[in-house]
């Protein structure tokens, strides 16, 4: 085994509830056996996974998101996740921009339409610096946490699905480069935390707080969501490791 690792579960319900965390890092079989002993304090062992660690954060991970249907991409755009909470294992996105990588669309493709794929989906990579390769990581056949990303770069996706159920026509798409999506609300620890650990500098994180096109949760046409969510943070921090 080539370390570092990840360790990981499953089913992560119940491991990131009681651990506050998606998963752990083990640089040595030492802490590979610390890890694995902690974690099956809260699963079952046989639901725990033992993975190879890609190095890098947030800019190193990147979605070909869509809207699909008979062999095609009715609407498009691919991301790359700049920030996440936390900076290496990322929960959530809290800082995405917009961009073009063509490799990935071919990738994704090719994939979807080798398995007759309908409807919304986002496939994460993750690029691997030490090869030079573009490696699968999830395939999400839902909405994700930053899709209105799309609203702002031209091709809003729950609205496309929403005309093709009832057989409105639709006219192809494709998301421009340069849009960014920010939750602020998650985004402050991580640039805070990522300044006090020297992995973010300060000056280009607080310029980019300026530097966004679409917000997560509040908005001036309807400022309930975003109160609310400033209400939950205690829960979140309690239940979630916020």
Request: glycine fraction near 8%.
């Amino acid at each position: 085994m080539k370390f570092p690792v990840a360790i990981k579960p499953a089913i992560k319900e119940h491991f990131v509830y009681a651990t506050a965390v998606k998963a752990w890092r083990a640089n040595n079989r030492a802490e590979l056996k610390d890890c694995f002993e902690r974690a099956s304090q809260f699963m079952p062992v046989d639901e725990l996974l033992i993975q190879d660690l890609i190095p890098g954060d947030g800019n190193n991970q990147y979605s070909y998101c869509a809207f699909f249907k008979k062999g095609r991409a009715v609407s498009k755009l691919v991301a790359c996740r700049r920030r996440q909470h936390p900076l290496e294992f990322g929960k959530s996105s809290t800082y995405v921009e917009s961009i073009e990588l063509p490799l990935l669309e071919e990738y994704s493709e090719r994939f979807l339409r080798a398995i007759d794929y309908y409807g919304l989906v986002e496939l994460e990579y993750k690029y691997d610096a030490r090869d030079g390769q573009y490696y699968l990581l999830d395939v999400n056949g839902r909405t994700w946490g930053y899709h209105t990303i799309g609203l702002r770069a031209g091709v809003d996706f729950p609205y496309l699905l929403f005309l093709d159920q009832l057989n409105e026509p639709i006219e192809q798409s494709r998301g421009k480069a340069g849009v960014r999506w920010i939750r602020l609300v998650t985004d402050l620890p991580v640039g805070l935390l990522g300044i006090l650990q020297g992995k973010l500098r300060a000056g280009s994180y607080l310029r980019s707080l300026g530097n966004f096109d679409e917000e997560a949760v509040f908005s001036r046409d309807d400022p309930m969501p975003g109160l609310v969510e400033i209400a939950l943070i205690p829960y979140l921090a309690i239940k979630r490791g916020f």
